[in-house]
């Protein structure tokens, strides 16, 4: 058991887009940054010949944005951690994590994730090493082997995975205690309600949860490819077929005009041309069109029908680089596709949509409706009554409104439906997050813990008892 | 781990609970959680009415309650049963919804006796009918 009232542990809920990650007992996270993570693989030839000349190496340092934070700048060869076997060749990488790491554009540098495109797991653990290590390390500037850690993990998370996370926590970072909380648990804590279902529109896919005082019920997890990924991908593909184009931040470089004040000159740059990666390419474009997507994109209050929407008066938005465009029907075309998973066709180039988890692409409703039909009749009255709405991409405006009209037209007569979704954005984005921070600062929760000595004395798979 | 972690109650919760069960002494008692302790807010007389009730729960801050709830059937035939009521408004501070939701199934199973349960976010969810389809 491990034990004391002042614990400060920390809480990381590392996400399909993001990395939450604070302290427990603060009302948000105090790091939050992209979770994928910006890699070169070298050669053991280049890198021999990098280490002679070193010239590329020094102007990276120099053309570094000077704002950066000091903390943030990737670090070099003289730090073992960042550099790293890749696949077990001889070949090296180093890894770049962070936003400021990887806003800066780095020749033949690939934009990576840890999480398994198929399973949705994570799977590169030498990534997770890092993300970890730059969470712990270098922003929340501790050390680690003082303080507990809660990590959030997928309602499907495997226990292979459970006890990989484990291991490498314990190896390598040596924290005293640690803990293995699962989303929906915590989203349903944070609303209060032990007993509800929860559904997630993360990034890559929508997990739909049933949790019944407290615990997740296993078999009630159902999953769908939609998310916010395909709505940001459809997004730019309708921008696009629209004759613009989105420019990425690293592409263009734009300054105040000297003779017009207030007007802005737009130069390309050339020498990124050859070097950028297709993946950090996409990477940087991604960025805007989500933004983009945020900012004009609201659920239609009812099903979405073309015609009737062609009128609706555009809004305009300003992409980085100065061009304005005009956004009209795709503003509720866009969202739509949570509820109506086959507009995704209507855009130019979907088929090109990758789904290699194989994962069917089900609207959110359905989802909703196909998890509590998995559970026991007794429960699914309650579960009506307390459908948590979560998960970034659930923060489009009306999205909860038309999910909730939606259930209630297909859910039996008697049962009173109520979508609960927090007003506060911060509660919203951060829910998780926010649920793992108050359980881990709970004084009766601190009995519940895995100490590194149980680590030591039963391994790994204790956790599978310790949380179930 | 919802089980596990759980606030101490105080002596008086369940002692208050027994009197409501076996000798009627009250029709309702409400909890809340203080200085991170399950202790009793207050209580109601057997005459209290339904509405006395609900105006016991506070509007921005959460509450545990017992109810003695009594009904006709529709052969006239008048029943009761002991109902578990989670108020956890959805205005409530978000440490303090999650302090209640987590220390709930612990705290329910002390209160032995219990036959039915609603978890209520907002006043439409505590309302008479609300209770009486639950109960039938």
Partial sequence: MYGGDEVNAIVIDLGASAVKAGYAGEESPKVHFPSCVGAITRDKDAAEAKANGGAGDARDVEMAEAGADASTTPKKESDAGSKSKANGSDATR?????????NYRRENMEVVSPFDEETGLLSDWDLVENIWRHTLTDRLHIDP????????????NSKECREKSLEIL?????????????????????????????????????????????????????????GGEILTDCMQRSVESKGVNVRPRYAFKR?????????????????????????Y???????????????????????????????????????????EIQVGSDRFKVPEILFNPGLVQTFPGAEAIANPGGLPMQSVTSLVMESIARVDVDVRKELYNGIILAGGSSMLPNVRERLEREVLEQAPGQARVK????QNV??????????????????????????KQEYEEKGASLIHLKAP | MASAAGTPVDDACVLKFKELKSKRKFKYVTYKIEDSTIVVGNEGAPTASFDDFVEALPENDPRYAV???????????????????????????IRQKMLYASSKDKFKRELDGIQIEIQATDFSEVEEQVFRDKCN
């Fill in chain 2, 67 to 93: 109810y003695d709830f009594e009904w006709e059937t529709k052969d006239g035939c008048k029943k009761s049963k002991i109902v578990f009521v989670t108020w956890v408004p959805d205005t409530a501070k």
């Fill in chain 1, 281 to 323: 390419h996409r990477w940087s474009v991604e960025q805007i069109v989500s933004d983009l997507k945020e900012t004009v994109c609201r659920a239609s209050e009812n099903v979405f029908n073309e015609e009737e929407h062609a009128n609706i008066p555009t809004v305009a938005y300003e992409l980085p680089d100065g061009t």
């Fill in chain 1, 145 to 156: 082997t003082e303080h507990p850690v809660l990590l959030a993990e997928p309602n499907f």
């Fill in chain 1, 94 to 102: 180093d890894l770049y994590v962070g936003h400021f790491a990887l």
């Fill in chain 1, 170 to 226: 314990f190896e390598t970072f040596q924290p005293p205690a640690v803990f293995l909380a699962k989303n929906a648990c915590l989203s349903s804590y944070s609303a209060g309600r032990p007993t509800s279902l929860v559904l997630d529109v993360g990034y890559k896919s929508t997990v739909a949860a049933a949790v019944h005082d407290g615990y997740l019920l296993q078999k009630s997890v159902s999953r769908s490819r939609l």
């Fill in chain 1, 419 to 422: 979508v609960i979704a927090s």
């Fill in chain 1, 426 to 451: 911060m509660e919203r984005k951060f829910g998780v997050w926010i649920g793992g921070s108050i359980l881990a600062s709970l004084g009766s929760f601190q009995q519940c813990w895995m100490s």
């Fill in chain 1, 255 to 279: 300054t105040e005009s000297k003779q017009n004040k207030g007007t802005f000159d737009v130069k390309d740059l050339d020498d990124y041309k050859g070097t950028t990666t297709e993946s």
